[in-house]
């Protein structure tokens, strides 16, 4: 199975602030970017079926991409990075946040989850969807689950994580 995954297009929060699962606003340079995104899909065309995040940034996307009715699944929602979402970075004095830099992988975001529950949850859907008659799907996803599903289909380690970020907008491929 083929299954190309979206990342949602720029959110309008300022940078170094953690949003993680807050259903944030989208830049207004939504409709450009989204209209680049569009083109950029054409070539995978046509889906089987088509997924969408639930938060409001990939909805609206695949939307735009002409996937209203996009099939909803909360574990392709973004980490949830709990007490620490809406505050930037550098301003966040939990202790738990140096933890969390030295072994993101396995500390839990305090109120949140850990980026290993994320792949937990990232491949329990990609491991249900393989189950499916379908050939070629599309998902409307977030930063993160691209990247869970990047190292579920072995193409990259999880310690590379953070460098195998998509752009917003873009666009990977993936086959399971």
Not at 109 to 128: H, K, N, P
Not at 143 to 169: D, H, M, R, S, W
């Amino acid at each position: 199975m083929e299954i190309v995954l979206i990342r949602h297009t720029s959110v309008d929060v300022p940078p170094g602030v953690c949003y993680g699962q807050t259903d944030v606003p989208l830049k207004p340079s939504f409709e450009q970017e989204a209209a680049v995104t569009k083109e950029n899909l054409k070539v995978y065309l046509p889906f089987d079926h088509v997924y969408t995040s639930p938060l409001t940034r990939c909805v609206r996307l695949a939307s735009y991409c002409g996937y209203p009715d996009a099939e909803r699944d909360r574990r392709i929602m973004e980490i949830n990075f709990g007490d620490w979402e809406m505050k930037p970075f550098d301003r966040n004095d939990d202790p738990r946040l140096q933890e969390w830099y030295a072994d993101y992988l396995n500390v839990v975001a305090t109120g949140g989850e850990s980026f290993a529950m994320q792949y937990q949850r990232v491949s329990s859907f990609l491991d249900e969807l393989k189950t499916k008659p379908y050939q070629q799907v599309a998902i409307f996803a977030h930063g993160g689950v691209l990247i869970c599903a990047q190292i579920y289909a072995g193409l990259i380690k999880a310690e590379e994580a953070f460098n195998a970020l998509t752009p917003y907008g873009g666009i990977i491929r993936i086959e399971v």
